[in-house]
């Protein structure tokens, strides 16, 4: 008979993910969250305008160096994310399920799906460019390329029900291309989206390319479909509130952005490119190409 | 020296070397694009009247054969001198040009005219012989009486990039020239490239060429649009630099009233109107002449004309 | 500069005029609209007049769509969908390789019909615009019976009615880009042409009438902007495609918000040329010349803001200057014309107040010695220096022959200062230095970077803008997507 009490667990303060660091909210404000059986898993930080504001700031600043990084170096980084989940494997099944309200074994098979989701399009980096340009016949002596780049800063309503395998395949295309993302996770189940930061810091993942708030989805949406600085937005997390989409979408034709609506997916699916195509611009470049020499057959 | 804004240039092979190679690049395709666009000016009615007219009085009437005797080069010449014997108004061409051996017959026959004997010289086409072999042709040509000299360069040295040595020639020449307009051919086939015509024509001029001219007509392609082009705006930045004009020359293969039309167009919009005088200007052509006297008199007339109604010669 | 008219040059060699015969084209007093196959009147009775810029002649007198015949159109090409979209994809090729055919048999006449509606030279109409508009359809019409290959997933499905609307600054062309891609990839279309510019666009529904196309897959509804919003708006639109000016593409993006309409727009521009000191000089010059210039400046990806290392600013400015002293002014049909008309009053105001704001801000113009004709709607080529970012002539775009030069000293602040507009559409380098020009042009965020050339299209080659330049490609196997359900 040992009077040892059983071990206190340590709980974790969840906190947002921008710039590559763990700040709370700048509101100071957090709100439960709860499992699908109403109990209390933890508090989440209430992310505010300026939170979002903090992190297009951050997502802007990467984007320089993310795009410019090789293709190949952010399919290694987008590798080792996948690397890094495998290793946190039971953590995640754990927020999942008690996110998701999944068994275990259900769990399991969307983390593991999630995990592969990163491998997949870690392996998608550098063929894309391949996919979506090429070279273009012009009737005349110029060489013509286009090349897919990526669009900018992009704002990203993760979905609300698929919590973690359905955030990660909209936050890995986006980035996958050389974007930077600020995601509002899911506002139900934001607890493995929050935990998918840490995951981001430890991969080598420059700060600032995925930036994760949680909070209220339509308070910190909108600021970000109105912000001049946001080249695109995802509004897959919107798909249940078609007034809420439509009142982004409007705010996005401002500055035009690029829109992905929202549309009913089955996150188990191997997704297509159209995620990937969804945040790319085509540059086309044109150069004369001409005869070697001035003797040629021109006339 | 007749470019002492540019002394300091000449001064070396390797100074000259840099000055060339230092002189802004030319996009084929632009260039290209450039010359066919004016191309497509359309010259009608009391435009191409003028045109017929200024291009016949520019041509050098040529004849370069192993086979010319002094009866074709006589030939030649009346022909310069009268080219339409059916209508007095029509203008003498600028020159006969021919063979040093042949200047003297040549100017006996243009004896009060005012048509210039040009004469090819510095073992014209190909230019290999040793330099006083060329200063010797040159001033072989000029003593028998020739007004216009049409050297060629050497382009092996040019394309070696012996710079200075194409220009010291050049020099020797022109001072061999005495009293006598040197035109210096580049034959600009071989110099291949246009960044080479470009510099070609600048070291030419450096070197006191009165006239840049394209070609000898010997070689596959000798003058087009585009190097000529490319030669008018090297003579017209030459005179904004220098105040010396230099005059341009298109040899070989310009056969019909609408090429030679074509290549005042780009006269005109490109140097500018002071060079549209035969003084600055001129054709290197010999079936070219026909051509434009059946145009003439279709103008004249309001009907075609045909070969029969222009001489043969 | 040189008028075809009157002679202000001093040299002897003055082009006699060359005027393009009109006599090619017959164009009725009257047109209606085209609406499954058939002319008719608009429901309203309204028409409007179409004029030539150059002389401010009436040419016709064009209905004028309102929202019942925008209706009535939609249901037209709603009604030949099904059987367009069923046709094999060879079928469908083979019309538009016959409307191709026709356009070339019938390109002189389409040209000067061009020139006459829109005022630009009969050289650009014949040499540019034509050609890429047979070339469009040409192109298109191959793809038909392709797409299962065009990387978009097996058999991809065309999307339904489009709805399309086109600017006045290449009538024809705009009117290409819009229905051979739409057409090819099984949709039907209803199109809207410009107010000023509505000929081309009836010309082409004869077109398809000689083709045999089928009744209801085009439809053609001449109208003003009430008419484009109809057609935006209404519900049994499956596709919106738009090219014109940032503001209403914004308008049509909110209009569209909420709905499951597939949208690309094609917006304005404010293109930087970027010339290097070690340019090819005489042909940056002529690309400087052609990007502003061509077409007087009404073009979206026009280089209307020059940006010159400061090294050969002078240099530079002086070739440029000489240049311009070249260009003809003047009578849009006359073949040796450079510069033609102003499309209409509208944009002549346009231009002119935003020139004017220019000297307001302190930028020093210039335009070379040029008389303007005394009747239709001209604006002299006009190049403002000194001018900066902040000036109004270098962020808003004016779409005239108004060229704003801008000075740098390195490339980064070249990139810099070409990436700093809202807009992105396209952009120009000049530099011998091949390892430049791939720096710079994977650094400048623009759809379409002309490097040592400038305001070259083909078919093949996708065209469309980054940012407030508007989104979606058009041409090549890019412009495929914006019709199929991807």
């Known amino acids: 008979m040992s009077d040892t009490p059983a071990r206190l667990g340590v709980f974790k303060t969840y906190k947002l993910y921008v710039g590559g660091k763990f700040p709370r909210s700048e509101s100071g404000r957090v709100y439960e969250v709860t499992d699908s059986k109403d109990k209390w898993l933890a508090n989440a930080p209430l992310a505010s305008r300026k939170d979002a504001r903090d992190a297009v700031v951050a997502a802007r600043k990467a984007f320089g160096g993310w795009s410019g990084a090789t293709a190949y170096n952010r399919g290694q980084i987008l590798y080792r994310i996948a690397e890094m989940l495998e290793g946190r494997r039971d953590q995640f099944v754990r927020e999942v399920a008690d996110a998701e309200g999944l068994s275990k074994s259900k769990a399991?098979?969307?983390?593991?799906?999630?995990?592969?989701?990163?491998?997949?399009?870690?392996?998608?980096?550098?063929?894309?460019?391949?996919?979506?340009?090429?070279?273009?016949?012009?009737?005349?002596?110029?060489?013509?390329?286009?090349?897919?780049?990526?669009?900018?800063?992009?704002?990203?309503?993760?979905?609300?029900?698929?919590?973690?395998?359905?955030?990660?395949?909209?936050?890995?295309?986006?980035?996958?291309?050389?974007?930077?993302?600020?995601?509002?996770?899911?506002?139900?189940?934001?607890?493995?989206?929050?935990?998918?930061?840490?995951?981001?810091?430890?991969?080598?993942?420059?700060?600032?390319?995925?930036?994760v708030l949680s909070g209220r989805t339509a308070e910190i949406a909108a600021p970000l479909a109105a912000h001049q600085d946001v080249n695109a937005i995802d509004l897959t997390g919107a798909a249940d509130d078609e007034a809420l989409a439509k009142e982004l979408e409007t705010a996005a034709a401002d500055n035009l952005k690029r829109v992905l609506r929202p549309q009913a997916v089955d996150w188990n699916e191997t997704p297509g490119t159209g995620r990937l195509t969804a945040f790319l611009e085509t540059k086309t470049v044109w150069h004369p190409t001409g005869s070697l020499g001035a003797s040629g057959s021109s006339y | 020296m007749p470019t002492t804004a540019f002394a300091d240039v000449t001064a070396s092979d390797s100074a000259l070397r840099r000055f060339l190679h230092g002189l802004p690049g030319v996009?084929?395709?632009?260039?290209?694009?450039?010359?066919?666009?004016?191309?497509?000016?359309?010259?009608?009615?009391?435009?191409?009247?003028?045109?017929?007219?200024?291009?016949?009085?520019?041509?050098?009437?040529?004849?370069?054969?192993?086979?010319?005797?002094?009866?074709?080069?006589?030939?030649?010449?009346?022909?310069?001198?009268?080219?339409?014997?059916?209508?007095?108004?029509?203008?003498?061409?600028?020159?006969?040009?021919?063979?040093?051996?042949?200047?003297?017959?040549?100017?006996e026959a243009l004896k009060g005219a005012d048509v210039k004997v040009a004469s090819v010289a510095t073992a014209f086409p190909a230019g290999r012989a040793a330099l006083d072999i060329k200063l010797a042709d040159t001033r072989d040509a000029v003593a028998a009486g020739a007004d216009e000299i049409d050297m060629v360069i050497d382009r092996g040295a040019f394309l070696s990039g012996h710079y200075l040595r194409v220009y010291e020639e050049i020099r020797a020449v022109k001072e061999a020239s005495g009293p006598a307009r040197l035109k210096v051919i580049f034959e600009t086939g071989e110099l291949s490239t246009y960044d080479n015509i470009r510099r070609a024509s600048w070291l030419g001029m450096l070197a006191g060429a009165d006239f840049i001219k394209t070609s000898t007509g010997k070689v596959a392609v000798n003058a087009t649009p585009a190097n000529t082009l490319l030669m008018l705006q090297a003579v017209r930045d030459f005179r904004e630099q220098t105040g010396i004009q230099v005059g341009v020359k298109p040899a070989g293969g310009i056969r019909t009233s609408k090429d030679a039309i074509k290549f005042l167009v780009l006269v005109n919009e490109t140097a500018g109107a002071d060079w549209l005088d035969n003084h600055w200007f001129r054709f290197g052509a010999s079936s070219l002449l026909n051509d434009l006297l059946l145009q003439r008199q279709k103008l004249a007339t309001g009907r075609y004309s045909g070969p029969d109604y222009v001489t043969v010669d | 500069m040189n008028q075809t008219s009157t002679p202000a040059s001093p040299s002897p060699f003055e082009y006699a005029p060359a005027p393009e015969s009109r006599s090619v084209v017959d164009i009725a007093p009257s047109y209606g609209l085209f609406i499954d196959g058939e002319f008719a009147e608009a429901a309203e009775g309204k028409v409007f007049k179409t004029i030539s810029p150059a002389t401010e002649e009436v040419l016709s007198e064009v209905a004028r769509a309102g929202a019942e015949d925008v209706d009535r159109a939609v249901r037209a090409a709603r009604k030949a969908f099904e059987k367009w979209s069923a046709l094999p994809g060879a079928e469908r090729a083979k019309y538009l390789f016959r409307i191709a055919r026709i356009i070339q048999e019938r390109s002189r006449e389409l040209a000067v019909l061009e020139t006459l509606d829109n005022g630009k030279p009969i050289k650009e109409t014949r040499d540019a615009d034509l050609p890429l508009v047979a070339a469009h359809f040409f192109y298109y019409a191959g793809w038909a019976d392709k797409l299962d290959h065009a990387g978009y997933g097996p058999n991809p499905r065309p999307l339904g009615v489009a709805g399309q609307v086109i600017p006045w600054n290449f009538p024809l062309l705009m009117l290409a880009w819009k229905i051979a891609p739409a057409l090819a990839a099984g949709n039907t279309v209803v199109l809207k042409p410009a107010e000023t510019t509505p000929l081309s666009a009836l010309f082409f529904a004869d077109i398809c009438r000689q083709a045999g196309l089928p009744k209801g897959v085009v439809n053609?509804?001449?109208?003003?902007?009430?008419?484009?919003?109809?057609?935006?708006?209404?519900?049994?639109?499956?596709?919106?495609?738009?090219?014109?000016?940032?503001?209403?593409?914004?308008?049509?993006?909110?209009?569209?918000?909420?709905?499951?309409?597939?949208?690309?727009?094609?917006?304005?521009g404010k293109g930087a040329n970027i010339v290097f000191d070690d340019a090819p000089i005489d042909q940056a010059v002529e690309g400087i010349v052609g990007g502003i210039f061509f077409n007087q400046g009404q073009v979206c990806c026009a280089g209307s803001r020059l940006l010159v290392q400061e090294s050969i600013q002078d240099e530079?400015?002086?070739?440029?200057?000489?240049?311009?002293?070249?260009?003809?002014?003047?009578?849009?049909?006359?073949?040796?014309?450079?510069?033609?008309?102003?499309?209409?009053?509208?944009?002549?105001?346009?231009?002119?107040?935003?020139?004017?704001?220019?000297?307001?801000?302190?930028?020093?113009?210039?335009?070379?010695?040029?008389?303007?004709?005394?009747?239709?709607?001209?604006?002299?080529?006009?190049?403002?220096?000194?001018?900066?970012?902040?000036?109004?002539?270098?962020?808003?775009?004016?779409?005239?022959?108004?060229?704003?030069?801008?000075?740098?000293?390195?490339?980064?602040?070249?990139?810099?200062?070409?990436?700093?507009?809202?807009?992105?559409?396209?952009a120009g380098i000049w530099t011998e230095k091949g390892s430049r020009i791939l720096a710079v042009?994977?650094?400048?965020?623009?759809?379409?970077?002309?490097?040592?050339?400038?305001?070259?299209?083909?078919?093949?080659?996708?065209?469309?803008?980054?940012?407030?330049?508007?989104?979606?490609?058009?041409?090549?196997?890019h412009g495929l997507e914006a019709y199929l359900d991807v």
């Open chain 3, 316 to 426: 530079l400015l002086d070739s440029l200057k000489r240049r311009l002293s070249t260009l003809r002014l003047g009578d849009p049909l006359d073949k040796n014309t450079d510069i033609g008309a102003i499309n209409s009053a509208e944009q002549l105001a346009r231009i002119t107040a935003l020139a004017e704001a220019g000297e307001a801000e302190g930028a020093e113009r210039w335009s070379p010695a040029c008389e303007l004709p005394s009747s239709g709607y001209w604006f002299a080529p006009t190049v403002f220096t000194g001018v900066t970012q902040a000036h109004t002539i270098a962020r808003d775009e004016i779409f005239g022959p108004v060229l704003s030069v801008l000075t740098f000293r390195t490339p980064d602040e070249a990139v810099a200062k070409a990436n700093n507009s809202p807009y992105g559409l396209s």
């Open chain 3, 441 to 477: 042009a994977n650094k400048l965020r623009a759809g379409v970077v002309w490097a040592n050339t400038f305001n070259k299209f083909d078919p093949t080659s996708p065209f469309g803008g980054y940012k407030e330049s508007g989104f979606g490609r058009e041409g090549g196997r």
């Open chain 3, 220 to 268: 053609i509804i001449p109208g003003y902007g009430e008419a484009g919003a109809a057609l935006v708006e209404h519900p049994d639109v499956n596709k919106v495609a738009f090219t014109g000016s940032t503001a209403v593409g914004k308008a049509i993006a909110r209009q569209v918000a909420g709905t499951r309409k597939k949208v690309t727009l094609e917006l304005g």
């Open chain 1, 108 to 211: 399991a098979a969307q983390v593991d799906a999630a995990v592969d989701r990163w491998v997949w399009y870690a392996g998608w980096t550098d063929k894309i460019g391949q996919i979506a340009g090429g070279a273009n016949p012009v009737a005349g002596p110029f060489f013509n390329l286009s090349t897919p780049e990526p669009t900018g800063v992009v704002a990203v309503l993760a979905p609300r029900k698929s919590s973690f395998l359905g955030l990660v395949s909209v936050v890995a295309p986006v980035i996958a291309t050389g974007n930077t993302a600020v995601v509002i996770a899911s506002e139900e189940s934001p607890l493995p989206a929050l935990s998918l930061g840490e995951v981001l810091a430890t991969s080598d993942l420059p700060g600032g390319v995925v930036n």
């Open chain 2, 27 to 107: 996009d084929a395709v632009g260039l290209e694009a450039r010359a066919a666009s004016l191309g497509t000016r359309s010259i009608k009615t009391t435009a191409k009247a003028y045109a017929i007219d200024l291009a016949i009085s520019m041509i050098d009437l040529t004849t370069l054969e192993g086979a010319d005797t002094p009866g074709k080069v006589r030939a030649l010449a009346a022909k310069a001198v009268h080219p339409d014997p059916t209508d007095r108004t029509t203008p003498t061409t600028a020159a006969v040009c021919v063979y040093p051996d042949m200047v003297a017959t040549a100017k």
